[in-house]
């Protein structure tokens, strides 16, 4: 599991990515995940991790083009200095991720989840999400466990 937990300690909040299986169709290859966002009590599951008849659709490109090597690198990106923002959205808009500089050493997160996409194939604006602050050494933390999770 890849987990970005921010600063709060009275009222954690947290970005939790789990990898799924890799599915090939034709030219292209497909991964499964699932989300799970918490703030305070409140948690928020976006996929199982799975495709079947009873699981939502999750899904990240890996080819031809590598959506997570592209996340990847905005990420690095930002924590070297190089950029300041990382906008992220599946090409199966399932969710959008902001991560943005906000101080010398800080960070503050953004994830609105878009569950109806998943489970209908309908995008829509209506959403969920999470907003946090977080620290340089979680974010450095977080990129390495996805690195790990997704190679």
């Known amino acids: 599991m890849a987990l970005l937990v921010s600063e709060d300690r009275d009222s954690p909040s947290s970005l939790e990515v789990n990898a799924g299986s890799k599915q090939a169709q ?26 079947g008849p009873e699981n939502e659709g999750c899904l990240f490109c890996r080819n031809p083009d590598d959506e997570l090597a592209e996340v990847f690198a905005q990420i690095q990106d930002l924590i070297d200095n190089k950029r300041e923002v990382v906008l992220f959205e599946p090409a199966e808009p399932s969710f959008e991720l ?7 050493y800080g960070y503050k997160v953004e994830v609105w989840l878009d569950a109806g996409n998943a489970k ?7 959403a969920a999400g999470v907003r946090f602050f977080t620290l340089h050494k979680h974010l450095v933390s977080f990129l390495e466990e996805l690195k790990t999770q997704f190679p």
Request: aromatic share 12%; proline share 0%.
């Open 98 to 104: 902001t991560i943005s500089r906000s101080g010398a």
């Open 120 to 126: 209908t194939g309908i995008y829509r604006w209506d």
């Open 26 to 51: 034709m030219d292209q290859t497909w991964q499964t995940f699932s989300m799970v966002l918490k703030s305070g009590d409140f948690c928020l599951t976006l996929g199982k991790g799975e495709l």
